[in-house]
Structure formats: structure tokens, C-alpha cells
């Protein structure tokens, strides 16, 4: 192999060894930044026995177990025991429900929302007592406000502190919705507190019994004002029992909206399935909301998520619509993978022939040189030829006889072959 081709040669493998090397730092930066596949088994804080938390994650797990992913279920108080998991950098819980009201950015900077669900009432029942605006009559009274870490609870105390209702001059008792009802049915109680959903199997069960009576709050507007998480809601009458007529008349209710909240560091995938979980359980319509209301991008305490403001905004990505869950997750990797690939083979793909092209051109364009040497040599000595000129176009001519290139480029070389011929004749007649 001549001096020429072993340059060439190696000029080809160090350009695709740089290429090579630039595709492998491609595809471990697009592996960084994809990060690793979507977990199978995902944690989730939930609420009492059957409260709405509760009755609505188990219809996420069968949900998200039709994609292959296990969302595993933990009993809580409700929804600040729900943020305190969440908050809990040591627990290996990722998602979870929770009112609005409780927390903001600043308390919660690792979690984001999904978006909100439903309206979740604060519903006010009591039996035995006649009740003014300023609900001064709970002093002294066995109340129901929810458990510890209940969002029941923390309402429950904020309306008692604006209506200036002391804490200490009352009994307030940590009955859960299903605990209070049976207490108050039993005349055990004299008022609960409830944030709970309306298909809440507590609430239907009071707001149908003639012995319980629903506070309608005549300024429910001014909480509102107050407290601008919350929503006035109107309950019907009649909608608990239209036989019977309850509740008698039109009732003001206050209402937070259930968020679903997850922590930052969730799969984006996992993102994705629990919103359009969201979908199939939440968008039917209920006696607060019209269809399609539920799930919204609203951040009422914590920003929304990325991956849920694209959900909101455009839907599952698109492979997932038509691809099962994991399919399409495998697949959406191959494909950003080769993007580095693809985007650094097609460059050079088309730089390479050009390259080869220039290479085989070089070799004869060498020896083309060489011949334009022995004409000026020629011209040097005044048109005079000499013995020596005659061996070295002899020798240009061997060259360019054994000089192998492509067909494509046997055009260049007859052409060289013709010039050497031209200068032969040159140099022998002017001797």
C-alpha cells in the first residue's frame, strides 16, 4: 500500500471513530436524560375506611393495574396525614389525595398537583340545638371535627376560630365520618364536621334521616371571601330523600376541591396513568359539577406539574394512546435513542462520499501535478528535451497504469493517460 492510500485509510477510520465516539456520548446523554424506566409497584396515602380517598384509590389500582403498574394502598387520617407522608423524604410514598387549603409551595417545595377532582363539602350536621349564624350554641357541646391529620379537622378549626367558638369549651371529639354518623344517630354527639364528598355513604346516610339537620351557612359567601379555596355550593331540596323532603329546604355549603398531589421525582409515565385514571373516574357528572369539569388544571395550593399541563393541554403522549402502557414506553425509548444515532450517521453519511470522492480525485490530481512539473522543467530548458524528463514522464506513466481507483472514476484517469500521451509527444519532437 503506497504513502497516499495508507493516509487516506487512516484519515476514514478516524472519522468514524469520531463518529462512533459521538454516537456513544449521544446515546448516554439521551439515557441520562430519559432516566430509568417507570417503576412497577408505585405507594399511595389514601383516607379512612370508606371515605371518598378511600373508595376512589381503589378505582385508580384497578385502573393502573390494566397497564401492568401495582399501586399499593396506605389507610390515612385524611389529607394533612396525607402531606406529611408526602412531605416525609424517608417514606416510599409517591402520590396521594389531599384538600385544598392545607399547604402551599413554601410548606411543600418536593410536591406538585395533578390537577383537582372533586368538590369535597363541609358539611355541618347536628340534632338537639338551635343554631344562630354565629354558631355561638357549640359551647359546651360534644362536636365531631375529624381525626388527627384529618382535612376535616384542620376546616373544622378554622371555622371555629372565625365564629371565635373556643376549642376548650367544647368536646371535641376525633370520630371519623362513618364514627360521627353512627354517634349522632345514636344521640351520642351533639354536631359533627365533615369534609367529605357527596357519594360519601356517611353523608347520604345523615342528609336522609329526620333526626339530623344540615347547617346551611348564611354566610357562606363571606368564607369564601375569606378563604378563597373554598366554593359556595347550593345543596337541593329534596336531594337526600325526595319522599320525605330532605333536607326541607335549599342549603349553603362550603366546599375545598380534593387535589391529587404526587411528589416531584414521579416517572413522568406514571404522571400520565394516574391522570388519565383521573379522567375515567372524575369527568361523569355529579350533583356539584357538570360532566367533563373534573379533573382541572387548577394549582390551588401547589403548582401543577409539567407532564399534567401538557395532560390538560394535549392528552396521553401519543404512543400511549395506541400502544399498551409498557409497549409504549419501550418504544418511546428506542426512538429518542436514535435520534443521536440517526443524528449523527445521516451527516455522515452524506459528508462520506463526498470525502471517498475527494481521496480518488487527490491521487490523480497528484500525478497530474507531477506532469505539469515536467512541462515547466521543459519550458526551463527552452523548449529543449532531455533523456531524464523522458524516465520520469516514463515513470508517471507506470504510476498512473497501476494506479487502481473505481469505475466511477476511470474518466480522470483515461484523461491523465491522454495529457501523459500529449507531453510524450512534446518532449520527442523537441529533441
Known sequence: ??????????????????AGALIVA?????????????????????????????????????????SGVELQLMPSAGGVDNLKRLNDPRSDIS???????LTDAQR??????????FYEPLWFFYRGLKLGPRLEELHGKRLSIGPDGSGTRALALQLLALNR??????????????????????????????VASWDTAAVRQLLASSEVELVSL??????????????????????????????????????????????????????????DAAVEIHSAPSIFNKAGQFPAPEAVDLPLSKDAYQFHKSGLPFLMRYLPFWLAILAGHLLLLLLPVVGVAYPLLRVAPALYGWGMRRRIF????????????????????AEDLLVRLDRLEDHANHLRIPVGFAQFLYALRLHIDLVRTRLQSSQ
Open 366 to 385: 497528484r500525478l497530474y501535478g507531477e506532469l505539469k512539473f515536467i512541462e515547466i522543467e521543459l519550458e526551463a530548458r527552452g523548449g529543449r528535451a
Open 26 to 66: 449521544a446515546v448516554i446523554a439521551t439515557v441520562v436524560w430519559l432516566g430509568p424506566l417507570p417503576p412497577k409497584v408505585v405507594v399511595m396515602t389514601t383516607g379512612t375506611p370508606g371515605s371518598a380517598y378511600d373508595v376512589f384509590a381503589q378505582r385508580y389500582k384497578q385502573i393502573l393495574a390494566r
Open 165 to 194: 367558638i373556643d376549642p376548650n369549651m367544647a368536646q371535641l371529639l376525633p370520630l371519623t365520618a362513618a364514627q360521627s354518623a353512627e354517634a349522632l344517630l345514636k344521640r351520642e354527639i351533639d354536631a359533627a364536621f365533615m
Open 95 to 101: 402520590v396521594g389525595f389531599a384538600q385544598d387549603g
Open 218 to 275: 348564611g354566610r357562606a359567601d363571606t368564607y369564601v371571601a375569606l378563604y378563597p379555596f373554598l366554593t359556595k355550593l347550593v345543596l337541593p331540596t329534596g336531594v337526600g330523600d325526595m319522599v320525605t323532603n330532605r333536607p326541607p329546604t335549599d342549603v349553603n355549603l362550603v366546599a375545598p376541591k380534593a387535589s391529587l398531589i404526587v411528589r416531584k421525582g414521579l416517572h413522568p409515565a406514571i404522571q400520565y396513568l394516574l391522570l
Open 1 to 18: 500500500m503506497t504513502e497516499e492510500k495508507i493516509l487516506i485509510a487512516r484519515r476514514a477510520r478516524w472519522l468514524y471513530l469520531a
Open 108 to 117: 411543600s417545595p418536593g410536591l406538585n398537583s395533578l390537577g383537582t377532582l
